[in-house]
C-alpha cells in the first residue's frame, strides 16, 4: 500500500521559516507528479505547489513568493521550503502524488491519487 508521510510541521513565530518533508514509499515515485496542499478548519483543502515528474513547479500565486516546493527522485522525498511565515499560514498540510496531475490540473485535489495524513503548521503572531 502506497504511503505518503509527512514530517516538519510545528509551532514557529511569524517571520521565521519551515521545511517540511513528505517521505513516500510502496510506489516508483520518479514517474509520480507531487504536490502540498493545507487545510484550515472550516476551509477547503487550498493548493501551495506542485513540481511534475521532470521537476517542473507551479505554485498558487498567494505563496509563490516565500514557498518552494522540491524533490529528491533518489530518495522519494518532497520538500516544502516555507519562508516569512504569517499566522493566516496555520493548518495542516498535506503532500499528494499523482500519475498525470500535471497534465490534468495541478491545483485541482481530486488529480491526485495518493494523500499523507498532514502534519500541522502553527504560525504565531
Known amino acids: 500500500q502506497v504511503q505518503l508521510v509527512e514530517s516538519g510541521g510545528g509551532l514557529v513565530q511569524a517571520g521565521e521559516s519551515l521545511r517540511l518533508s513528505c517521505a513516500a514509499s510502496?510506489?516508483?515515485?520518479?514517474?509520480?507528479?507531487m504536490a502540498w496542499f493545507r487545510q484550515a478548519p472550516g476551509k477547503e483543502r487550498e493548493f501551495l505547489g506542485a513540481?511534475?515528474?521532470?521537476?517542473?513547479?507551479d505554485y498558487a500565486d498567494s505563496v509563490k513568493d516565500r514557498f518552494t516546493v522540491s524533490r529528491d527522485n533518489g530518495k522519494n522525498m518532497v520538500d516544502l521550503q516555507m519562508n516569512s511565515l504569517k499566522p493566516e499560514d496555520t493548518a495542516r498540510y498535506f503532500c499528494a502524488g499523482g500519475a498525470a496531475s500535471f497534465v490534468s490540473g495541478p491545483a485541482i485535489p481530486k488529480n491526485y491519487n495518493y494523500w499523507g495524513r498532514g502534519t500541522q503548521v502553527t504560525v504565531s503572531s
Open positions: 513540481i511534475s515528474r521532470r521537476g517542473v513547479t
Open positions: 510502496r510506489l516508483t515515485f520518479s514517474i509520480y507528479d
